[in-house]
């Protein structure tokens, strides 16, 4: 390993360790990243019971919307545990700073990652945990075909949200709803808890074309069928590989324009 990559990683280790300490010494922060993705799951946990009582379809399919839950869980927490640590920079109107300092943009990209993963496995981790102590149902008994899923998931929960940071650099902090809104603009064309097939004709291409839809899809062929599809994990990596690319590309052209206009430096509370 070169010099060069060494002081990036050290710089990159820098950040991940700042977010370490800003959920360590905040207990709100630490109860944040269980409680929704616990919350979540014990909802539907219950909401699957009462339909395994008056639903064959669930009743066949035993656990489908607990691990529907989960999984969706690993993009909602990947968007938001992204765009959450970015915008920390600019509450702390830290981030005019790093620019100056050392770090590169695309370090700054990777801590963030490199956080919403730890962040996504701790809270998913968590919930799913519970599952099986409650309702006696286990995501990994998915076994390799979750891991699959799991990264396309938070790949495109990635995408969104260095999208909508992105986003907050243009238009300030007015558009920080952005943030939590866009994931639950792709829930309902994502069938997450239903197939695709259930929406109106016009909306099934747009459904198509988002990674997410795919992998919920490959998820029912597993629990109902009993068959993995590699299909869709195929093709759900090929529209990941063009979200996550033009996600980068919109990122670090916002990231270009805020620099030129002095924008770093007017964000913050």
């Known amino acids: 390993m070169s010099m060069h990559t060494k002081r990036a990683w050290v710089r990159i280790w820098a950040m991940v360790l700042r977010h370490y300490y800003l959920i360590r010494g905040s207990w709100p922060r630490l109860l944040e990243l269980i409680y929704w993705p616990a919350l979540q799951m014990t909802l539907w946990g219950f909401i699957t019971l009462f339909f395994e009582t008056h639903s064959s379809w669930v009743a066949e399919a035993a656990g489908i919307l607990i691990s529907a839950v989960l999984?969706?869980?690993?993009?909602?927490?990947?968007?938001?545990?992204?765009?959450?640590?970015?915008?920390?920079?600019?509450?702390?109107?830290?981030?005019?700073?790093?620019?100056?300092?050392?770090?590169?943009?695309?370090?700054?990209?990777?801590?963030?990652?490199?956080?919403s993963l730890v962040r996504t496995l701790i809270g998913v981790g968590g919930a799913a945990i519970l599952a099986i102590i409650l309702f006696d149902v286990s995501v990994f008994a998915l076994g390799v075909p979750l891991a699959a899923f799991f990264a396309n998931l938070i790949i495109m929960g990635w995408s969104?949200?260095?999208?909508?940071?992105?986003?907050?650099?243009?238009?300030?902090?007015?558009?920080?709803?952005?943030?939590?809104?866009?994931?639950?603009?792709?829930?309902?064309?994502?069938g997450v808890y239903y197939p695709i097939s259930v929406l109106p004709n016009w909306l099934q291409p747009i459904a198509t074309a988002i990674p997410s839809t795919h992998v919920f899809e490959g998820l029912r062929a597993i629990l109902i069928d009993e068959t993995f599809r590699i299909d869709l994990l195929l093709n759900a990596a090929a529209l990941n590989l063009i979200f996550v690319t033009t996600s980068v590309f919109i990122f670090f052209a916002i990231l270009r324009y805020a620099r030129i206009h002095g924008q770093l430096l007017q964000l913050g509370e």
């Open 160 to 190: 969104l949200g260095l999208i909508v940071s992105g986003l907050v650099l243009r238009f300030g902090q007015g558009a920080e709803s952005l943030g939590w809104a866009a994931i639950f603009l792709v829930q309902p064309v994502s």
């Open 71 to 115: 999984l969706w869980d690993v993009m909602f927490r990947g968007q938001i545990s992204l765009f959450l640590s970015f915008i920390e920079e600019i509450w702390s109107r830290n981030l005019g700073h790093l620019f100056v300092s050392p770090l590169r943009p695309g370090e700054m990209i990777m801590a963030l990652l490199l956080v």
